[in-house]
């Protein structure tokens, strides 16, 4: 693999914003993303500057990795959303103990298949454990399989917990977690 696997900076929220909205293009946007395309496009800079601010190198509530290419293109990206005991969740149920969620992973079309989705899921629980997590969680729509398929592979498995899947569809966002001591 040709990428190096690294936080975002304060200061790169324009890539952070060209890399989400790409990602909010793709075909399977609808099933991987709770945004849109028109939505992210429509925030202002200032938006995606504090969003780069407060998941930028040494922030410790949420943490932004990238996979940069040789060619300094940014392949893909993953967010760990830390959740600490006594919140609330997305679902409105109290977090039982502090733990990662992660949320808005996306890798370029060019860019699959290149072991970038294995180094970044890496990062991002390398940093959780370090930080002294002991779960990370995701949801996953039940109709994107090849991102189950993938969730699977790297250790996750499924806590029988669900959501309502964004829209009035009746489809369901379903939970997976993995622990420090898999």
């Known amino acids: 693999m040709n990428h190096v696997i690294r936080s975002i900076r ?3 929220w324009a890539k952070v914003k060209e890399l989400r909205l790409a990602a909010l ?7 991987a993303f709770l945004d849109t395309y028109e939505n992210a ?13 407060k998941a930028a ?5 949420r943490r932004q990795f990238v996979a940069v290419g040789a060619d300094g293109v940014w392949g893909g990206s993953v967010v760990v959303l830390v959740e600490k005991a006594g919140e609330r ?23 699959r298949g290149l072991g970038v989705t294995d180094a970044l899921f890496d990062a991002a629980l390398a940093w959780s454990w370090e930080i002294g997590l002991e779960h990370v969680r995701l949801f996953v729509h039940e109709k994107n399989g090849r991102a189950e398929a993938f969730y699977r592979k790297a250790g996750f498995v499924p806590t029988g917990g669900t959501m309502a899947a964004p829209g009035d569809t009746g489809e369901r966002e379903l939970e997976f977690v993995i622990s420090r001591d898999r």
């Open 25 to 31: 293009r793709d075909p399977v946007a609808h099933l």
């Open 41 to 53: 496009a429509a925030r202002p800079d200032s938006d995606w500057r504090e969003r780069a601010q």
């Open 57 to 61: 190198e040494g922030a410790s509530e």
């Open 89 to 111: 969740d997305v679902l409105g149920n109290v977090i039982e103990r502090d733990q990662g969620h992660l949320v808005g992973v996306y890798v370029r079309p060019e860019h």
């Open 10 to 12: 304060a200061d790169e």
